[in-house]
């Protein structure tokens, strides 16, 4: 693992944190504030995420040593994506949440047939983000960079991609060709792990990075969605319940499948560490540029939420 | 209005609808017919639609003097996302409907879960056919056409577009500064109004057609929009109900907000021919490539289902 030792991530990812939100800000604003649908997008939106997709991307358009502000449109579609599967997620025919990230979730706060509109019109908003140049960006990727993203993030999204790892999940485990940690990882590689590579490769192609880069890159992102699912399930029986705004301990309450409980919590925690290990390693040859990669890859297993 | 009399639209819509679902199942094609997303999307899509919005969409490519073939892609887009706006309407928190076109609802066949999935597959798998050429389509619009196409869709399916004509849709009245007919315009401007629209000038920039003959056509496609709304409240009391795949007198029972219920069923049809013509009218320079526009005009007040 190459020195970072003066790279200082907390304020790396504030920053940006900041950055995102700013602009995601930016692109609702034309719209009437008062509407019960953008009142309800915009409770999901600004919630009060980690951002860590947009992060990502954007870490990976600096590794490719161009300028991130480059990545911003990718950064806020995919943010505007993934918040439409956290409302559709927790909608009562789904997982039935009640709270996300401390406040009631779109369909408790407004009403279900709202949150199922607050999410298809921020799916279809992240296309019209990236199809139509918004004039408060400073610098935008050309026109067959953009087809490029939004053929990149309509697969990882789609029918191959997070809403088949959604459909798995509410699916009950059929015992069959699989063993159930096969079956885990392909729910998470789809589910989640498809929707992170597409946020790292995003910043790459918005840069216009060449193909090996890319590659790589890729390689490094499917470990570190997999290490974040690894590590969500080890929270879940370790975190504290007040940083993470739910209650731990629920995955096994629910008897879901985790990690922890088809391996154990010891051989979970090694497993996270070499995924994370595998994720450096694939960018190996990058230069101090990479260093917000590299230490994301380590934050994402010792994060408490 | 121009004189088409050697021209056979039943036949036209039969061969036209025919075309389209060729490349819709084309497009569904190379994925897995046994997995439940697949086979829920597939349900809808199939489900026996008249496929009159990529069916406008060829012919305002034609009524351009050009190949309507360059339209197929923009045509199979428009009508996943038509299908995929059925499924989420048809949903128990929105209009809570059991038959569609006579077959039970995506939710009522499948489950609830899987018809959001379903919805929520079809919407980003039609930027994905847009984005991402398939092999199939002998011709396909340049990168910069379907930037275009995408921008077009994405505003007509969203937050001001048929999303929120949705959301007016299942919220109540309020007495306010509009009055019920303007009300009433509004929401069918929105809901379906846009996506009819967007398929026509979908049609005429798949082809490249230049400004002024997309301005014509779309004044067009918004006075048929609304012609097609009134002829379906009229329908839905003068209507047979075998024919139509759903019992008439549902809209009265339902008290809902329709044409004949505001202005009568008179006025309304008078109201539909009077769009009819004002239609015909924006695109009386055209010459008999836009046969199959007009003839379509006159179909959406005299249907029968």
Redesign the interface.
Known sequence: MMNNINFNLQHYLKEKRKLVNQYLKLIFQP?DQT????MA?DHSLMAGGKRLRPILSMAAAQACGKDFLLALPACCAMEIIHTYSLI?DD?P??DDDDLRRGLPTCHKKF????A??A???L???A??V???PQPFFEIYPD??T???L??I???A????GM??G??LD??SYQPGQNNRLAHLKKIHALKTGKLITASVESGAVSVGADLKTIVKLKCYADQIGLAFQVADDILNIEGDPEIMGKSAGSDEQNDKMTFPAIIGLDESKKYAKMLVENAIDEISNFDETAAPLRAIANYIINRNH
Do not use: C, K
């Open positions: 719209y509407r019960e649908l953008i997008m559709h909608l025919a789904m009403s279900e047939a709202t199922i509109l999410g298809d019109a799916l279809t908003h296309f019209n990236l199809s139509n026109n067959d953009r087809l490029q939004i053929s993030f309509s697969a999204a789609g029918i191959q809403v088949e959604q459909m509410i699916q």
